[in-house]
C-alpha cells in the first residue's frame, strides 16, 4: 500500500508534534512549517493526523 501525505502550508502552525512522532521520519520542517518529504515510506498509521491540533495533514491511500 502506498499513501500520499500533504500539509496545508496555511494550517500549519509549525509545532513540530508530527516530525517528533512520525516513526519513518516523513516530515522535515522547511522555513519553519512541515513538509511531507519521505512520504513514500509513510505506512498509514495516522499518529501525524492525531497529534496535529489545526488539522493541517492529510493521509491517503494511492
Ligand atoms: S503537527 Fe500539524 S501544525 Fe504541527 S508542524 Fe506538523 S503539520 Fe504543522
Ligand atoms: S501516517 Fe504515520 S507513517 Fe504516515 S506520515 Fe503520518 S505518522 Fe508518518
Given at each position: 500500500?502506498?499513501?500520499d501525505?500533504?500539509?496545508?502550508q496555511?494550517?500549519c502552525?509549525g ?29 498509514g498509521c495516522?499518529?501525524?493526523i492525531?497529534?496535529?491540533?489545526p488539522v ?7
Open positions: 500500500m502506498a499513501f501525505v500533504t500539509v496545508d496555511e494550517k502552525e509545532c513540530e508534534e508530527c516530525v517528533d512522532v512520525c516513526p519513518v521520519e516523513v516530515f522535515e520542517m522547511i522555513d519553519g512549517k512541515s513538509s511531507p518529504v519521505n512520504a513514500d515510506e509513510c505506512l495516522e499518529s501525524c492525531e497529534v496535529c491540533e493541517a495533514i492529510t493521509v491517503e491511500e494511492t
